[in-house]
């Protein structure tokens, strides 16, 4: 077994050891990736297998995005102070058994358990593997590796559809298998041809009560929510939502205090950031719900099969690829206020396109319109939207910065999955009865509509600063992420916004400044 070179050589993509380091962390993030798609595409068939309602299915989802999202901004912090690589190598092997966990369930909870387990696993590696090439490569060489990571990963997605909708013909628990034989390959190729690296300015302690409290009270807020869809809100319900509230607010307090916060306070005294984020938050809502919802209605209501549904939104993902780089381009001729307005606007034109999809809707005529309407919005505003997320934040909280980002949009869809069927009248068994589901997927849709609409306001309202803009420059202190900063993105909405490394990211062989 060869050793991995020291870091500080950097590597040069043109040679083997640049692409054997390349393969490992896109395909270490692309199997999370496919996750994130081929799981709604398995809905239906897992729910009819394991007799689960509808709160199953939720829960299904939603464990896995609850860890992700409570511990993304942890696991880069881990990965910074204990090592990239062997915090990568840890998650992939994390997520490689919870997955036959997944796979081998006998009943509901235990997926959904195993589910949560998976989530762990995806927030050690998929910060880890944009930071292993910042630290890896340097120069030139890093913006094409990170060009290519991002390209590439884009393609993972989207072939999550094709790979799950066949897996899913077969059988369901293949979804979760596949990923096993992947896993060990990450593994191989990481330990023989990654070199390892940390980041000696990491904060000095890990901020554990800011993530607790951040997991409790997402945790608490989910349940309540999705238990008020089956049950009703009756005093259990109220508590545990009382109980989330309560752990959220607390967060914001302790993140006050703390000396070495998970999430830096003054990142949001910049209204730019707060507005940027507040968008986010409405648009991922709808784009979680809106996935899930969609592929089930697909299935149970327009009789596709699973292949077919999961392909449904394909050309939302195309779109993204051929056009994200080009619009973010266009942002900083144009600023970004107007895609951020528009984007959403158009976004919500093709939800309410869906409306049309019935018993006998017609891919071509039905669903492909309202899809690539729908991809169309989400193309103007998905890359501005990062670009002025890191815009509004001092250079050395970039990586900070687009971490918060990545978990506002995690947690959005975790809350939106919990609530929009709540408020759209969906629970029960009404997902095998194609009558009551169509109803409630009216409603739904109505509301994720709106949700984009509210975006664009909170977008028109108070996104004022072009890019490229300064932002104002932080007071020095390790934010434990050492990452570098990319200006053009390709990225697929479906996995989130990506995990930036930060600007001020040592070069591989240079000394950082001390803090």
Do not use: K
Not at 350 to 371: F, N, T
Not at 379 to 407: E, I
Not at 411 to 435: K, R
Request: glycine residues 12%; hydrophobic residues 55%; aromatic residues 6%.
């Amino acid at each position: 077994m060869s050793a991995p070179p020291p870091v500080g050589t950097g590597l040069r993509m043109d040679t083997a050891q640049g692409r054997w380091v390349l393969l490992a962390t896109v395909l270490g993030s692309g199997v999370a990736m496919l996750d994130a798609t081929v799981v709604n595409v398995a809905l239906e068939r897992i729910g009819s297998d394991l007799g689960a309602d509808f709160a199953g299915l939720q829960w299904t989802v939603n464990a896995y995005t609850l860890t992700l999202a409570a511990l993304i901004l942890l696991g880069g912090s881990l990965s910074d102070r204990y090592g990239r690589r062997r915090l990568f190598v840890v998650g992939v092997c994390w997520f490689a058994l919870a997955s036959l966990l997944c796979g081998l369930a006998p009943d509901i909870e235990t997926l959904v358990a195993a589910r949560a387990l998976q989530g762990i696993g995806g927030a050690l590696l998929t910060p880890g593997s944009l930071a292993i090439i910042s630290a890896s490569f340097s120069g030139p060489d890093r913006a094409a590796a990170v060009g290519a990571w991002s390209g590439l990963s884009g393609v993972a997605a989207a072939i999550g559809p094709f790979v799950g909708g066949w897996l899913v013909e077969w059988s369901w628990r293949a979804v979760f298998l596949i990923n096993l034989p992947l896993a060990a390959l990450v593994v191989l190729v990481a330990v023989r041809h990654v070199p390892e690296s940390r980041d000696p300015a990491a904060a000095p302690r890990l901020d554990w009560a800011g993530t607790a409290l951040v997991a409790v009270g997402l945790g608490a807020l989910t349940y309540a929510l999705t238990a008020a869809g089956e049950g009703g809100a009756g005093a259990a319900t109220w508590l545990w939502g009382a109980a989330g509230a309560v752990a959220l607010a607390s967060f914001v307090g302790v993140e006050r205090r703390s000396q070495h916060p998970l999430v830096p306070p003054s990142l949001f005294a910049e209204r730019q950031f707060s507005a940027a984020n507040g968008v986010t938050l409405f648009v991922y809502a709808a784009l979680g719900a809106l996935f899930v919802l969609l592929v089930l209605h697909l299935q149970v209501v327009s009789g596709f099969s699973p292949l077919l549904a999961g392909t449904a939104l394909l050309p939302v993902t195309v779109l993204m690829l051929l056009f994200s780089a080009r619009v973010g381009a266009l942002a900083q001729r144009i600023g970004p206020r107007s895609l951020l307005t528009g984007g959403p606007l158009v976004a919500a034109g093709g939800v309410l396109l869906m409306l049309r999809i019935g018993p006998d809707a017609s891919y071509l005529l039905d669903v492909l319109p309202a899809a690539v309407l729908f991809g169309a919005g989400l193309t103007l505003l998905v890359a501005p939207l990062t670009a002025t997320v890191l815009d509004s934040a001092a250079d050395r909280y970039a990586g900070v910065a687009s971490g918060v980002n990545n978990a506002v949009a995690r947690a959005a869809g975790l809350l939106a999955v919990a609530v929009v069927p709540v408020a759209a009248g969906i629970g029960g068994d009404d997902y095998t009865d194609p009558e009551a589901f169509a109803d409630g997927f009216r409603t739904a849709m109505l509301i994720l509509a709106g949700l984009l609409a509210a975006g664009a306001l909170l977008a028109v309202l108070y996104v004022r600063r072009p890019l490229g803009h300064d932002a104002p420059e932080a007071p020095a202190q390790p934010s434990g992420s050492g990452r570098v900063r990319i200006e053009e993105r390709t990225q697929c909405p479906v996995a989130g916004p990506a995990v930036h490394p930060r600007d001020d990211a040592p070069a591989p062989g240079a000394r950082p400044a001390s803090s």
